[in-house]
């Protein structure tokens, strides 16, 4: 974990807690004032006071409404008139759409091409005919790049995702509502980190407001690009990403952002793409809570924490619910990996009637399920090498399973601590 610094001599933008209140008069009627509910079952495990901020509940499914709308609308004339460009993975060109069609201004939204089919739509939804949507790139960094070089052709208007004035402002007013929303004093508040607007806006507003509130960010660990960047002390870009958190997942923070959380932030974190695939599954489980992977990221940060915030306040913002079913396979699968409870192995069968039999009754345990089976019959070679998938009920029955393998000469090689070659199975 990472423990930020003060740096006096440095002199960076900071947010003003009269902008931010500016901000959020600006917002009323557009993004929903969201409730700020106590969970139950995670106040209980972490015997603390678990109360979750439910930005998944905006009419755009996450907090990303509030900077789009009030940078927009505090566009020129003559700025609206030639229409606006932006670049998102999903969340915040839903937010650009929304205020574009609720202020009546035509805007170009630059999209990563893997960007979750849903997400689309709903942009296409919110938009009604005022946006345009250009898939570009593998990442949002592409995007940006595509989206930047538009923009300066055709005299456009750029609305960042999270480098801006205005939409730290609109970000900050999030905080605003939780400082209202409870009697008590917050001690933590947990924040996903993609590009660093909602944390340096949750900044502005705690270290004014309540300044003995810690603030810990969270980024997914295939995509630590703050918390990179706060250990080498300035903004560095990565030279590539896991992008399966899209909504936070950005190879390089904005230049404000990267400021205002160095100085200000309490700790940076991060998080196994896995353990947030289990929390997606538990939060739909156990609570009826239908989360994206960014929006599950600050719940995931909880266990690193379960001493320091016992008996404390702790607020986790749920950040967003666009959340693509189709990806329900592969959050299952992370999360069952990240448990050590799925298995891949090349297996050799023995050429000869029977053998796969021998395998499922003499090899697997009773509560052993194959869930992947890939086999091509070699007759030339006296074994016949198959990739085979295996679920376990206990990271226990791990060892086991390879012992039994080996002693009747099955085992072939393990392949989930190969990722080159695992890559291609998940």
């Given at each position: 974990m990472e423990t930020t610094k003060t740096k006096e001599s440095d002199k960076t933008w900071f947010p003003e807690i009269a902008d931010v209140r500016k901000a959020a008069q600006n917002l009323k009627g557009v993004s929903a004032v969201t409730p700020l509910l106590q969970n139950i079952r995670y106040s209980g495990k972490y015997r603390a006071n678990i109360m979750l901020k439910r930005e998944d509940l905006q009419q755009v499914r996450s907090y990303k409404i509030r900077g789009a709308y009030n940078k927009i609308s505090s566009l020129s004339s003559e700025q609206r008139e030639r229409g606006i460009v932006c670049a998102s993975a999903g969340n915040h060109s839903q937010g650009v759409a929304f205020s574009c069609r609720t202020l009546k201004i035509h805007g170009t939204i630059y999209m990563p091409s893997p960007t979750p089919k849903q997400k689309i739509e709903q942009v296409e939804m919110f938009g009604e005919g005022y946006i345009d949507i250009v898939l570009e790139g593998d990442t949002f960094d592409d995007a940006y790049k595509a989206a930047m070089r538009a923009c300066e052709k055709q005299g456009k208007t750029f609305v960042h995702p999270f480098d801006d004035t205005k939409v730290i402002e609109g970000q900050a007013t999030v905080g605003l509502e939780i400082l209202e929303q409870t009697k008590n004093p917050v001690d933590y508040v947990f924040v996903a980190v993609g590009g660093g607007g909602l944390a340096s806006g949750l900044l502005s507003v705690f270290s004014v407001l309540s300044p003995d509130t810690k603030i810990i960010g969270v980024e997914p660990e295939g995509a630590p690009s703050m918390k990179t960047s706060m250990k080498m002390g300035r903004n560095t870009e990565l030279s590539s990403i896991d992008k399966f958190v899209d909504?936070?997942?950005?190879?390089?923070?904005?230049?404000?952002?990267?400021?205002?959380?160095?100085?200000?932030?309490?700790?940076?974190?991060?998080?196994?793409?896995?353990?947030?695939?289990?929390?997606?599954?538990?939060?739909?489980?156990?609570?009826?809570?239908?989360?994206?992977?960014?929006?599950?990221?600050?719940?995931?940060?909880?266990?690193?924490?379960?001493?320091?915030?016992?008996?404390?306040?702790?607020?986790?913002?749920?950040?967003?619910?666009?959340?693509?079913?189709?990806?329900?396979?592969?959050?299952?699968?992370?999360?069952?990996?990240?448990a050590r409870l799925k298995h891949y192995f090349i297996v050799r069968f023995p050429q000869r009637a029977g053998a796969l039999k021998e395998f499922v009754a003499e090899i697997l345990g009773p509560t052993d399920d194959i869930t992947h089976f890939e086999y091509s019959k070699k007759h030339a070679r006296e074994n016949g090498p198959a990739v085979v998938g295996i679920e376990l009920k206990s990271p226990d029955d791990l060892q086991p399973l390879i012992k039994r393998m080996k002693d009747h000469n099955f085992y072939g090689d393990y392949l989930n601590d190969k990722p080159d070659l695992f890559q291609f199975l998940v």
């Open positions: 909504g936070a997942a950005v190879q390089k923070v904005g230049d404000k952002t990267f400021a205002i959380c160095r100085d200000h932030l309490h700790e940076m974190v991060t998080v196994p793409e896995g353990k947030i695939c289990q929390e997606i599954l538990d939060l739909y489980n156990k609570d009826a809570i239908v989360v994206e992977p960014a929006g599950a990221l600050t719940l995931s940060a909880l266990d690193q924490f379960k001493d320091e915030i016992a008996g404390k306040n702790v607020v986790c913002i749920v950040s967003g619910s666009n959340n693509d079913i189709t990806r329900t396979a592969e959050i299952k699968e992370r999360a069952l990996l990240h």
